[in-house]
């Protein structure tokens, strides 16, 4: 691989072209893709019409828009002809409007029948996702007609692991793997050796749920059909690793309180861009910590009396922001997973119950003898500390529990209801349990 750079800058295109020929295409992908602009056109023209359209679908997206204009009408019109048809939608949805106008204009009336069926469908679901080439066999033909169609028609499929068998209506009746036909006697119909236990979604179901299925049954592609079970198109693992993926740090970036948008690389987003994906969340939780300072401002008095309560309010809010944090993390990724459902509620309550009143008894431990050792405070002030600690700790997990549910139940994202949401209502109530118990038990007016 690291000699491509040294053929390109000494020209021999002829041994550049024999290299290539004998590499992975996601491999190709990556180094050509760090080539300057002006060399990437021409290094891409040496390869075949089969490998440069795989090589083009392993492109970044900007890399793509870069070549596209780059290229002729024609040779763009190629590259479009022979890339799968959910990946030829995908680069027609990302391209610019005069650049789509131009490929569709000179794209064969097939690949144009295919993009236009596959983008009426609405962002995020099953259909948006799918692809239309795969193989499709008829229940009463035999074996040796099977074969014969996947010679046929195989390399333009996405998959021939997998067959897909219909009837005469063109209704989802079974499937057929590869090696069972391999193994069967030329002369009986693939209606009898096939598996009519089809697991199939509609072309309406959302991605992730697809995606929860993908990972339930162990599948390599799944058929996609419409209301009336015609098989549509089919959608393939690797679509899928990329939804996952998208799904995940959609999650993450909720969980982080930033907007979600776009999918692109850290280095290839704008400053602009990164800003209006922080900045609508950091100034709600702004205005909405607000509350702590009123709450400190209620108890001047407390604080007045017994200045050393104030030293102890960062590590209060802190343990207990962190405790909500651990315990709405794990309880959103159960969620995910559908490990558990909002009819789990009293269970989880329970089980946070008991793990959050040892984790606090743990903590309050410690933080007594530090407190004793280290800050040398009087023994009532070590005891609110560690009394405030272990019941802040307690509501902490209360409320990372059950917030995520009940927006799952809802209907809102759980991961909205991630760390800075859950951390600026927990550093409210560990203030108020804090002032609250020392107000109490050092008898303050």
């Known amino acids: 691989m ?5 053929l390109i800058e000494t020209r021999q295109y002829n041994k550049l072209r024999q290299e290539m020929s004998g590499l992975n295409e996601a491999d190709i992908a990556a180094e050509l893709g760090e080539l300057p602009k002006e060399e990437l056109p021409k290094v891409f023209r040496l390869l075949s019409k089969d490998m440069a359209a795989d090589v083009f679908s392993f492109f970044p997206t900007d890399v793509q828009q870069d070549l596209i204009t780059s290229l002729t009408d024609m040779e763009a019109a190629n590259i479009l002809n022979n890339l799968m048809a959910d990946d030829a939608a995908d680069l027609i949805e990302e391209m610019p409007a005069n650049v789509v106008k131009r490929m569709l204009a000179n794209a064969s009336a097939e690949t144009r029948r295919d993009i236009n069926h596959l983008l009426k469908f609405p ?28 010679r046929k028609k195989g390399l333009d499929s996405e998959t021939i692991y997998t067959c897909y068998v219909l009837d005469k209506q063109r209704k989802l009746v079974g499937t057929a793997a590869l090696r069972y036909l391999l193994i069967s006697k030329p002369d009986v119909t693939v209606g009898s050796i096939m598996n009519d236990n089809v697991i199939s979604v509609n072309t309406l179901d959302d991605q992730e749920e697809v995606a929860k299925l993908f990972q339930k049954y162990d599948f390599n592609s799944m058929p996609v059909v419409d209301g009336e079970n015609r098989l549509v198109g089919i959608i393939t693992v690797d679509d899928i690793v990329d939804i996952i993926q998208e799904e995940a740090t959609e999650d993450i970036e909720k969980m982080a309180a930033i907007m979600p948008s776009e999918q692109k690389p850290y280095l290839k987003m704008g400053v602009v861009e990164i800003w209006k994906k922080r900045i609508v969340w950091l100034l709600f939780l702004m205005i909405s910590a607000t509350f702590t300072g009123k709450i400190i401002t209620h108890y001047e008095s407390a604080l007045g009396a017994y200045i050393v309560l104030t030293a102890f309010i960062p590590m209060l809010m802190d343990t207990s922001g962190n405790a909500g944090s651990q315990t709405s993390v794990t309880i959103i990724r159960s969620l995910s997973l559908d490990d558990i459902k909002f009819s789990d509620l009293f269970s989880v309550l329970w089980k946070e119950v008991r793990t959050s009143m040892l984790t606090g008894l743990a903590l309050a431990a410690a ?70 118990i020392a107000t109490t038990m050092l008898h303050i007016a």
Not at 2 to 6: G, L, Q, V
Not at 378 to 387: G, H, L, M
Not at 410 to 425: E, K, R
């Open 2 to 6: 690291e000699d491509i750079k040294d």
């Open 123 to 150: 962002d995020n679901s099953a259909g948006s996702i799918m692809t239309v080439e795969y193989m499709d066999l008829k229940e009463n033909w035999t074996i040796s007609e099977c074969m014969e169609r996947i």
């Open 367 to 436: 933080n007594f003898v530090k407190l004793q050792v280290v800050d040398r405070v009087s023994p009532t002030v070590a005891f609110v500390v560690c009394v405030t600690l272990v019941t802040t700790v307690f509501f902490a997990s209360v409320i990372g529990a059950t917030l995520p549910m009940f927006a799952r139940k809802l209907g809102f994202d759980p991961a909205v209801m991630a760390s800075p949401l859950i951390t600026t209502i927990v550093d409210a109530v560990s203030l108020l349990v804090y002032f609250e």
